[in-house]
């Protein structure tokens, strides 16, 4: 008898203990349904963000709004505050109408349309040298970099070579020298090849002996470097690019670069 009551009794307690899991799971399973369901509040595009845009003016002008949003449909990076600690960034890249806002489409730099990151208040040029002008396979992103010109020379004095504004390659007799054109600039991008097509014959001898060096330093292939410049340093290089012909350095952060007079056909072994 007392057998019966003791397999009853726990049978019983199973059955509740049982009942209260069941209840237990549905209830969180209901508390999950209703978190899911949980709007919250997030920034979203009404209109289109432009590039560079600040945070503080992209929520002034009502470029983007806050809206409900359910909680399962919102990434965790989503932008859901505007503070004086982000108010100031910037909009990386355009954002289009209807787009939830993450936090990462602000920052402190905006990407440029080509997809080079360009330093605030610089400019990206390129030019295509040849494997030794630019040191090898040395020279990667974000290298800092020493520029030398070699060019013919109009005139020589105690302050400096000034520069004749012609191409060194030009048919006729020049004194050439060559001279740091920039101290130091960073590489933004490496990448691309361009094929020079000059024959050979380019590169004989001039008018009274005088040799010839090719602008491009070779007729083969040539890789594009992409430097971050200031419109002062853009306008030397542009014009280097057309008149001399570049040479690059590599730079450590120990590396030491004096802008001089440089050297030319006549000085380059005074002092030997």
């Known amino acids: 008898m007392k057998s ?27 508390q999950r349904a209703v978190a899911g369901q949980r709007a919250i509040e997030v920034y979203v595009a009404r209109s289109a963000v432009p590039a ?22 919102v990434p965790a ?65 974000g290298s800092n970099i020493a520029v030398f010109d070699t060019f013919n020379v109009q005139s020589s ?28 600039v960073q590489v933004l991008a490496v990448g691309g090849t361009t094929s020079q097509n000059e024959s050979s014959s380019d590169q004989g001898s001039a008018p009274n002996g005088a040799q010839n060096v090719s602008n ?7 890789t594009l470097l992409t430097l971050a410049v200031s419109q002062a340093d853009a306008v030397k290089l542009v014009h280097a690019i057309q008149t001399g012909t570049l040479y690059l350095a590599l730079l450590t952060d120990s590396s030491q670069v004096t802008i001089g007079a440089g050297v030319t056909d006549r000085n380059l072994f005074h002092g030997n």
């Open 52 to 73: 560079g845009t600040t945070l503080k003016n992209a929520v002034d002008q009502n470029l983007i709004v806050k809206e409900l949003v359910a909680a399962k449909a």
């Open 77 to 141: 990076a989503s932008l859901t505050d505007v503070s004086s600690s982000n108010e100031s960034q910037v909009a990386v890249s355009e954002i289009s109408p209807g787009e939830l806002v993450l936090s990462d489409r602000f920052g402190t730099q905006v990407v440029a349309s080509s997809g080079l990151t360009i330093p605030k208040g610089m400019m990206a040029v390129s030019v295509a040298l040849s494997d030794p002008a630019r040191v090898g396979q040395f020279v990667t992103v």
């Open 157 to 184: 004095d105690k302050k400096g070579i000034t520069p004749s504004g012609d191409h060194v390659a030009d048919n006729y007799a020049r004194t050439r020298a060559t001279r740091i054109l920039l101290p130091r």
């Open 216 to 222: 491009n330093q070779t007729n083969g292939q040539q």
């Open 4 to 30: 019966r009551i003791v397999a009853v009794t726990v049978a019983v307690l199973l059955a509740l203990l049982g009942t209260v899991a069941v209840f237990a799971y549905v209830h969180k399973a209901d």
